[in-house]
């Protein structure tokens, strides 16, 4: 089990940016892919953006090129910048390992963190 806390979120204007924090519970979390995901009202949540233990990033199509999953392992933190924020992005946002499943294989979740674009 994983025991993260999720951080950063808000109401941020169409355009805008956000930056969110994970903070990451584990003696060994350099060890493991970790991910953000989300899940919008009345959706079932979706990883958006993955980074392995050494770095190497993979994003959703829907935000590729405007978010940036990076990570601290030094600090057991993991980090979203989100930039050029739509209406569509307005989720709660999560953090957790990368099960290589879209976190189909995860059974425990953090309360996650709000982010609304909206004017």
């Known amino acids: 089990q994983v025991q993260v806390v999720e951080s950063g979120g808000g109401l941020v204007q169409p355009g805008g940016s956000l930056r969110l924090s994970c903070a990451v519970s584990?003696?060994?979390?350099?060890?493991?892919?970790m991910g953000w995901y989300r899940q919008a009202p009345g959706k079932q949540r979706e990883l958006i953006a993955r980074?392995?233990?050494?770095?190497?990033?993979n994003y959703d199509t829907s935000v590729k090129g405007r978010f940036t999953i990076s990570r601290d392992n030094a600090q057991n933190m993991v980090y979203l910048q989100m930039n050029s924020l739509n209406p569509e992005d307005t989720a709660v946002y999560y953090c957790?390992?990368?099960?290589?499943?879209?976190?189909?294989?995860?059974?425990?979740w953090g309360k996650g963190t709000l982010v609304t674009v909206s004017s």
């Open positions: 957790n390992h990368d099960d290589g499943r879209a976190g189909a294989g995860l059974t425990y």
């Open positions: 584990g003696t060994f979390f350099r060890l493991y892919p």
């Open positions: 980074i392995t233990s050494d770095g190497i990033t």
